[in-house]
């Protein structure tokens, strides 16, 4: 249920509202219009009569029943696109941001070299896995807190913000001490004790889809993180299972538009996680800044045959600064163009 206060609603007004939702044990959320206050009311609804009550009390314009599962990440709890800051750097705001770095950290001075590097050619974030979910149980699953202090230095030497996945909700603490977006993975999508805690932590968050999950799913797996307060959420759509083998996953670009028209969030495309080959990344890329995602997720190593994870969905540092490349003028064709480094982006909000 969406309750819409008047344009010229007061304060006092609006936590009567909240009051009176508090009463029939619902939750309201507030979202601040340019115009006008949308309050959206989470919970179960047991009284029928409620919206009539509500729709009477003052300063309400009308009441709304929301026929979807999802409330506070769908358009009609927020029209506007969600913009999130980090660092300096815009997601959603019609640019296209790109996130760049090693699948698993391996030391610091490999961190440092690929974060420099993934900079220079113009990434806007550095990404780096320090917690590592694996098929196998012998893979390498990362340097844990380690790896988070490399990550750190990498940061430290680029001034590039840094995502990072937190795979278990007893290290949320530790990773936000670390990370600027914390990211839950495709087999953590349906965690929902993670869900909540990073809903807690006040960090942004980047949700990946599931291997097998629908949109709905997906949405409703960035409403646990909304319902407890973080409204700093990144959708990222990292390819499906089907019953193509030819690719790792199939890479569900037609997400993208679904997702802009049923939600106010930003989404990002991982095209390495999509096909799982580093000849694939860039085509599927271009496909992806065409179709309007708000960011990429690419996996660069300095040498892939000897990465410890996902070396053949990885570019080398050339190949990645090809892509930079080949993105300018995709942008420059498609009208959405690739955000400034977080530098710059700085240094225009300050003129």
Known sequence: MLIVMRMGATDEQVRGVLARLKEFDLEGHLSPGKERVVIGAVGVIGDPDIRTQMSRMSGVDEVIAISRPYKLTGREFQKEDTVIDVGGVRIGDGSMVVMAGPCSIENEEHMVTTARAVAASGAQILRGGAFKPR????????????????????????????????????????????ADILQIGTRNMQNFMLLDEVGLARKPVMLKRGL????????????????????????????????????????????????????????????????????????????????????????????????????????????????????????????????????????????
């Open 135 to 178: 098929t196998s149980p012998y893979a390498f699953r990362g340097l844990g807190e380690e790896g988070l202090q490399h990550l750190a230095a990498a940061r430290e030497a680029t001034g590039l913000p840094v995502i990072t996945e937190v795979m278990d909700a007893r290290d949320v603490e530790l990773v936000a001490r670390y």
């Open 212 to 351: 097998s999950s629908t949109i709905d799913e997906w949405l409703l797996a960035a409403e646990y993180i909304m319902a407890k307060g973080n409204r700093d959420v990144i959708l990222c759509e990292r390819g499906i299972r089907t019953f193509e083998t030819a690719t790792r996953n199939t890479l569900d670009l037609s997400a993208v538009p679904v997702v802009k028209r049923l939600s106010h969030l930003p989404i990002v495309s991982d095209p390495a996680h999509g096909t799982g080959h580093w000849y694939l990344v860039e085509p599927m890329a271009r496909a992806s800044m065409a179709v309007g995602a708000d960011g990429l997720m690419v996996e660069v190593h300095p040498n892939p045959d000897h990465a410890l994870s996902d070396g053949p969905q990885s570019l080398t540092l050339e190949n990645f600064d090809s892509l930079m490349r080949s993105l300018e003028r995709v942008g420059e064709a498609v009208g959405h163009p690739l955000a400034p480094p977080p530098q710059l982006a700085a240094a225009a909000v300050a003129d």
